[in-house]
């Protein structure tokens, strides 16, 4: 037993070394001196987090070096892996070894956070530890997809609504949606960036509807689908936009509220549980609390 506390330990000791040695200990040479300088006068929050995303993965992979057969293994058997990466909005090359390396490295820290528990229950602590942390990056990956797409789902109708606004006043479709892109931002910054990559995909050369279909891929959304498949249409049959756009606007906005009272009127049901547990036996005791203490009093009165 203190031999396997032992390796625990030394584990830990390697990647906290490894961490120093990646992110602190890095020598940097003159040139990259000068340039951080140059750069931190005109820094770019956006170019700051990308390096310090960089920097971590990085750490990550230089951490589970030891364990790539089966980080490659894992990549191989998993081919959707980066299509639900985008999905949840991780596009970049090295998100898919990112994920695959803090997959591995989680049961390390599981079996190492099981080395506080009891002697003679440190094996056990060690396996359930593992086998949840191992399943740990896929239930936040799921979480994040649900959570995006949610997301892109509430802010669609507004910004199909201000899509009319736009093209009414005398814009392209093309640059109406460049225009919300930057307005919607602030606000969401999921479906900006959509429709930030299909101005960037016709800029590139890419046919309208196809650059709208790629949104739909990588969504994975069923109101997406209905509205390039709204677009399409209306291409096809040569149909004011405007007008196709406003009322399929008017439908989403619709459905929205719908599942709004869908939800209110689920909360009647949902609230029994609580009720019958925890609300209804406390009026229970106090109600009946003093009654039953009065006639135990008077019971033990007439003995």
């Known amino acids: 037993m203190v031999a396997l506390i032992a390796i ?38 956006d170019a700051t987090e990308a390096a310090t995303t960089y920097r971590a993965h990085d750490a990550l992979a230089l951490i589970t070096r030891p364990l790539a057969p089966f980080r490659d293994w894992l990549k191989s058997n998993d081919e959707q892996l980066a299509y639900r ?38 094996l056990l602590y060690a396996l359930f530890l593992g086998v949840v942390a191992f399943f740990v990056p896929d239930l936040y990956l799921f979480y994040a997809m649900g959570k995006r797409r949610a997301k892109i789902a509430m802010a669609l109708p507004d910004s199909l ?12 479709i093309d640059q109406a949606v ?27 050369g890419k046919p309208r509807l196809d650059a709208w279909r790629s949104m739909a ?10 509205f390039v498949a709204m677009l399409i249409q209306t291409e ?7 007008r ?7 439908a989403l906005r619709t459905k929205r509220l719908m599942l709004a009272e869908e939800r209110a009127a689920k909360t009647t049901v949902k609230l029994i549980f609580p009720l019958a547990l925890f609300i209804f036996p406390a009026l229970f005791v106090v109600l009946l609390g003093p009654g039953v203490l009065s006639i135990i009093k008077i019971l033990g009165d007439l003995d």
């Open 161 to 172: 609504d201000l899509l009319v606004i736009c093209m009414e006043a005398g814009l392209g």
């Open 217 to 226: 891929d990588r969504v994975d959304l069923d109101t997406v689908n209905q």
């Open 178 to 204: 460049l225009r919300i892109a930057k307005e919607i931002a602030p606000a969401n910054p999921e479906l900006s960036e959509e429709f930030l990559i299909i101005g960037r995909e016709q800029r590139a």
């Open 244 to 250: 196709a756009l406003g009322e399929f606007a008017d």
């Open 236 to 242: 096809r049959l040569g149909t004011p936009i405007a």
């Open 85 to 122: 990466l985008g999905v949840a909005g991780y596009r970049n090359p090295e998100d898919v070894e990112t994920f695959l390396s803090l997959k591995l490295l989680a049961p390390i820290v599981g079996v190492l956070l099981a080395t506080f528990a009891e002697p003679h229950l440190i």
């Open 8 to 45: 625990f330990a030394a584990l830990g000791l390697f990647t906290a070394a490894a961490l120093i040695l990646v992110v602190v200990a890095r020598k940097r040479s003159p040139i990259e001196v000068r340039l951080s300088e140059l750069r931190s006068r005109y820094r770019d929050p």
